[in-house]
Structures are given as C-alpha cells and as structure tokens.
Nanobody
Framework: QVHLVESGGGTVQAGGSLRLSCVAS??????????MGWFRQGPGKEREFVSA????????FYADSVKDRFFISRDNAKNTAYLEMNSLRPEDTAVYYC????WGVGYAESEKYDFWGQGTQVTVGS
C-alpha cells in the first residue's frame, strides 16, 4: 500500500504562485519506481489531468491549459513530487490530487493510477 499526502495549497491572487508537494510512503515502497501525476477537480467539474512525470523522471507531460505555467518535478531522495504553479488564474481553482502509478510513463488517464492522495485546495482570486 502506498500513502500519498499533498500539501502547499492555499489562496492566492491571480498572477501568483504556489508549489504543491506530494510525499509518498509505504511498506516495501520504492518511490523511484512510480510515475507520478497531478490531477485537479474544480467546482462542478470533472477531474482532469494536469501534469505527469515518468518513473525515471526523464519525461514530463502537461495539459495544454497549464503548459509553460506549471512545472512538475520529483526528488527521489525525499520521496516527493512537486508541482510548481505560476501565473495562476481563477480557472485554476480546484482541489489538486497527486497519484502514483507503478512503472508509470506519464499517463493522462486517471484510471491508470493505482494510488491517490486526499487532495489540497487551491483557490485563485480575481
């Protein structure tokens, strides 16, 4: 079992920045074997893909809506994935979730992920 805990959410004004963290843990768990993804669910909306990074960290993927504003990274020594969010917009308001997929190659489909965090709220004021 893998346990994921997100943090770093909050309320910011449009144009501001936040950095989300996702710390992973578990018995017999090797973080570097897992692809990591970030998804979000805005009010009244379905959950959508935001970004993903492969288990090797060599390739990163972004939704068009966040490209060049959001940046995903990982620190395997800290069992942590990050999502740096810049130039935030009101439409970025959502609960942000991280997810882990064994040997993941950066899927955008949520069903590909095996483990999920509880989410962290991001609110962007206009």
């Amino acid at each position: 079992q893998v346990h994921l805990v997100e943090s770093g959410g909050g309320t910011v004004q449009a144009g501001g920045s936040l950095r989300l963290s996702c710390v992973a843990s578990g018995r017999a768990f090797t973080f570097s074997n897992y692809g990591m993804g970030w998804f979000r669910q805005g009010p009244g909306k379905e959950r959508e893909f935001v970004s993903a990074i492969t288990w090797s960290g060599g390739t990163k993927f972004y939704a068009d809506s966040v490209k060049d504003r959001f940046f995903i990274s990982r620190d395997n020594a800290k069992n942590t994935a990050y999502l740096e969010m810049n130039s935030l917009r009101p439409e970025d308001t959502a609960v942000y979730y991280c997810a882990a997929d064994l040997w993941g190659v950066g899927y955008a489909e949520s069903e590909k992920y095996d483990f999920w965090g509880q989410g962290t709220q991001v609110t962007v004021g206009s």
